[in-house]
């Protein structure tokens, strides 16, 4: 019974964890979000723009809370350095998230011609 609890505790423990990845995620998250209040060259995102950054932060959000069980604290992913660093870094952190991103469009775009095959052939 003990090791069965020492188990438990010890799963919970290390699901906790916030891995590079979770950070990754995160950064890519902020990015989405700071580059839709900004304005790049002087103006300010369009409404298509605005919607894409928050379907982008969507995506990078689900992904890294899809790791972490709902219990650990947005805190101990978000930290206000990690605000800090994205903000004063905001092109370089968003360039790869952008690839990222164009990455599971790809993948969208691949499924709904998977999706409509099925479809067709009733």
Not at 95 to 100: A, K, M
Request: glycine fraction near 6%; charge should be neutral; proline fraction near 6%.
């Amino acid at each position: 019974m003990s090791a069965a609890l020492a188990f438990g505790m010890a799963s919970a423990v290390s699901a906790q964890t916030v891995t590079e990845q979770d950070r990754a995620d995160a950064r890519c998250f902020l990015s989405a979000l700071n580059f839709k209040v900004i304005k790049p060259n002087g103006e300010p995102v369009t409404a298509s723009q605005a919607a894409v950054l928050d379907m982008m932060s969507a995506f990078y959000i689900g992904r890294l809370r899809s790791r972490q069980p709902a219990s650990t604290p947005t805190a101990a992913i978000i930290t206000p350095d990690m605000v800090r660093d994205v903000q004063a870094r905001l092109p370089h952190v968003f360039g790869p998230c952008l690839e990222g991103w164009k990455q599971y469009n790809v993948d969208l775009g691949e499924t709904a011609k998977i999706l409509k095959i099925v479809e067709d052939a009733g």
